[in-house]
């Protein structure tokens, strides 16, 4: 899915109604949805925690209600022409704000302050709070400015159930044990777990074998 034409994927599973946890945040960006006043929301938490699944779903939510989002990852190189765009949008999610390179620091501050101009909604994703960001200091005072929440520590059990619903929209079903191996003895990081899940299931596609405890530890060994 294309976002105004910008060369930028979404992940489509990602979105707000399968999202776990930090009910609170939920309900504020469905209420951004509702209100005719933009509003900035700023999210952190560690790696792993949900920050990409939330702003790239309110960005699929917003193209589902005809509104023009885009989602930009800041670790990345900034669009062409995306300043040009700013008045086209309503929605926009900046993810990563932690790791924005120093030269593009300032195309992302005139670009949030155009948007904020322009009355468009803005989300913003950090593993810190903007004040602890390594940043230039005019960033950190606009984002110090938004609502901001911090992500919730996801369980076991929630992690479970984030990975059960991945798992059940592409068909597959993996035993709990499996799961509970990992979490013991390779990672409880979601975003390191889904992406090994993946991996799994590519090579037992090609092997022609079950995900399991020996296949996985042997997986984990070659890897």
């Known amino acids: 899915m ?25 309900r ?6 509702l209100d005719e006043d933009s509003s900035e929301v700023f999210i952190y938490g ?26 930009i990852d800041c670790s990345e190189s900034f669009p ?43 989300l913003v994703g950090a593993d810190s709070l903007p004040s602890d960001l390594e940043v230039m200091r005019d960033i950190k005072t606009r984002l110090s ?6 992500l919730e520590e996801l369980n076991d059990e929630l992690i479970m159930s984030v990975i059960d619903s991945q798992m059940s929209q592409r068909n597959l079903s993996v035993n709990s044990n499996v799961y509970e191996y990992l979490f013991k ?9 889904l992406s090994t899940l993946n991996d799994l299931d590519k090579a037992s596609l090609q092997s022609k074998k079950p995900i399991s405890i020996p296949f996985v530890k042997k997986f984990l060994e070659l890897k």
């Open 185 to 193: 003895n390779y990672s409880r990081d979601l975003k390191l777990l």
């Open 80 to 122: 062409e022409h995306i300043l040009d765009l700013v008045n086209q949008l309503d929605f926009i999610s900046f993810d990563n704000v932690h790791l924005i390179s120093s030269k593009n620091q300032e195309v992302f501050f005139d670009l949030y302050n155009r948007a904020r101009q322009t009355q468009v909604f803005i």
């Open 145 to 150: 400015l938004a609502a901001v929440y911090k």
């Open 28 to 33: 504020s960006i469905n209420q951004l949805f």
């Open 46 to 71: 560690n790696s792993g925690q949900g920050k990409t699944h939330i702003l790239q779903g309110a960005v699929l939510k917003a193209l589902e209600m005809d509104k023009n989002a885009v989602y």
């Open 2 to 26: 294309n976002q105004l034409g910008l060369p930028i994927s979404l992940n489509t599973s990602m979105l707000l109604e399968n999202f776990v946890a930090n009910h609170e945040l939920l």
